[in-house]
């Protein structure tokens, strides 16, 4: 099984849909798209970035907020031979700036309400684009700028795609950790098939009767698969929103009462969101009631699911979260558990088309029961990190990708995660996950989150210092929270000091950011 060498992924999509061309593909903030809509869109998108002097593989940085205006882009671009390059809408002009350079892109594509700090950041890194389309725009456009919707307009739709193959360059997306600069992460024509043959289709189990929602956004990885890649595979429905992922947010589409204002008040069977997302739903007062939503099955990834969250949301909802771990690198979820087929606190075991290896500090494979760093080979992997050969070389060696994750394995073959590579705390001698003991902390009936960093005691030796967020309305001592987690835990992992907080710093996606903590410890 694979894909033809001649592909090209916006049109194999536009193909598998022909049949289905008044189908919903699309519900947003704004209205409906079908599936006869969106090709069409797309190709005259397509037409009117080629008609602009844009070359086969030339660049086209995507600022855009979810809407039906970002499939039709990212797909209008895969369509005409070029390459999108998808950001995150919450970075600074200085992120873009540098991403405008690094990329070398020809043209943009933003959002009337992004739009802003683009030119922040083109003022401040002068590039040259041969098109700038903004999507919706909330005031005048500069001379530079030209309207979405005229010029899809004013162009015929592309009469064929481009003559791609499938190991060509398709688009990028960013991948950043912790420091230094993020990363343009090259992804080909082949890789985002390959994410909906080897789990959208197997794992998930969608259909072109589901109605799909994600609460990662399009520019993500995870969200790339969730709202465009497996749902358009199949011939599902979309729901996007623009506005950030609260709970009431959500919970808005959950019930159908976002898309009813469209006419089409249905219901997602399927939600795709992260830990942090579900704990604070689960927290919230307002949570509609089992009946009240139509969800066969959430997935969860970007951090490891505490097996307590979900526990909680089946009992409230009946409904299966599965858990997954995927990267930006690999595009998508490599190892994951299954409908039916669920160990709690585990994030299950690999998806079938990719190879796992748990290696030591010498390179070798551990045993099972040991922590070991992530390495994993699969069809879906990035080409390289562009312009930076040597963190691709260190990354991506000999046909595998090193995660940056610590993980276990059971005799059974379920996967446990252990914390990143540089979260790891070694405690008299002995490594210890953060993340077990935020797990075990979250567990309390009174905490809502909890990270967990190493901390130098007055003899300078590291043990584990809790950060601990409290659900609204509960109280819990220092004293009490350590008991409960020596109640489950070796005694030396419990954490000797706990510092309560309103909040945890988090990426877009919600993971913890654990390196801030330790900064902020260090400057203390």
């Excluded at 020596?486 to 907080?501: C, M, T």
Aim: aromatic share 10%; charged share 20%; net charge negative.
């Amino acid at each position: 099984m694979n894909p033809p060498t001649d592909f090209n992924f916006a049109e194999h999509l536009f193909a598998l849909n022909r049949g289905r061309a008044q189908k919903l593909a699309y519900i947003d903030d704004r209205g409906t798209l079908d599936y006869g809509r969106l090709e069409d869109r797309a190709r005259r998108l397509a037409s009117a970035l080629l008609a602009a002097g844009l070359q086969r593989e030339d660049r086209v940085l995507l600022l855009q907020l979810d809407s039906s205006d970002w499939p039709v882009n990212f797909l209008g671009a895969l369509y005409a031979g070029l390459v999108p390059v998808a950001v995150n809408t919450l970075l600074t002009a200085d992120d873009y700036a540098y991403m405008l350079a690094h990329s070398g892109s020809k043209a943009a594509l933003v959002s009337g309400a992004l739009l802003p700090v683009l030119q922040d950041a083109m003022g401040r890194a002068p590039h040259a684009l041969a098109q700038l389309l903004v999507t919706q725009p909330t005031a005048a456009l500069p001379p530079d700028g030209l309207d979405l919707e005229a010029q899809i307009a004013a162009h015929a739709p592309m009469a064929a795609p481009a003559p791609t193959r499938a190991q060509d360059h398709a688009f990028w997306l960013y991948s950043s950790g912790s420091t230094g600069r993020p990363k343009g992460t090259v992804h080909t024509h082949g890789n985002p098939w390959w994410t909906a043959e080897l789990y959208g289709k197997p794992v998930l189990g969608l259909t072109e009767d589901d109605v799909c929602f994600s609460a990662a956004k399009l520019y993500f990885a995870y969200g790339l698969g969730n709202g465009l890649t497996f749902p358009l595979s199949v011939g599902a429905t979309v729901v996007l929103m623009a506005e950030r992922p609260t709970p009431d947010a959500t919970f808005r589409r959950w019930t159908g009462e976002a898309q009813a204002a469209h006419g089409t008040p249905v219901k997602p069977t399927v939600f795709f969101g992260a830990p942090t997302g579900f704990a604070g739903m689960l927290a919230s007062a307002s949570k509609p009631a089992r009946e009240a939503v139509a969800l066969r099955m959430c997935s969860s990834a970007g951090e490891a699911l505490p097996g307590e969250i979900a526990e909680r949301f089946k009992a409230h909802y009946g409904c299966e979260i599965i858990d997954g771990i995927g990267s930006t690198e690999m595009l998508h979820i490599f190892i994951s558990n299954r409908p039916g087929d669920i160990r709690y606190g585990t994030t299950g075991r690999p998806v079938e088309g990719y190879r796992i290896e748990l290696r030591g500090e010498d390179g070798r494979p551990v045993p099972d029961g040991e922590v070991g760093d992530l390495y994993i080979q699969g069809p879906s992997s990035a080409l390289m990190y562009w312009g930076n050969p040597e963190k691709s070389a260190a990354t991506f060696r000999d046909g595998w990708t090193q995660s940056g994750d610590k993980y276990s394995r059971d005799a059974d073959g379920y996967y446990t995660y252990a914390g990143r590579s540089d979260d790891m705390l070694k405690v008299s001698g002995i490594y210890v996950s953060p993340f077990e003991v935020e797990a075990t902390l979250m567990r309390h009936p009174a905490v809502l989150e909890a990270a967990v960093i190493g901390k130098q005691d007055s003899d300078g030796l590291t043990k584990t210092k809790a950060f601990v967020v409290l659900k609204s309305g509960s109280a819990a001592t220092e004293e009490e929270l350590k008991a409960f987690v020596k109640q489950h835990l070796a005694a030396y992992k419990y954490p000797r000091f706990i510092e309560f907080v309103d909040e945890l710093p988090k990426t877009a996606t919600g993971k913890i950011q654990r390196f801030r903590l330790r900064e902020q410890e260090q400057q203390a």
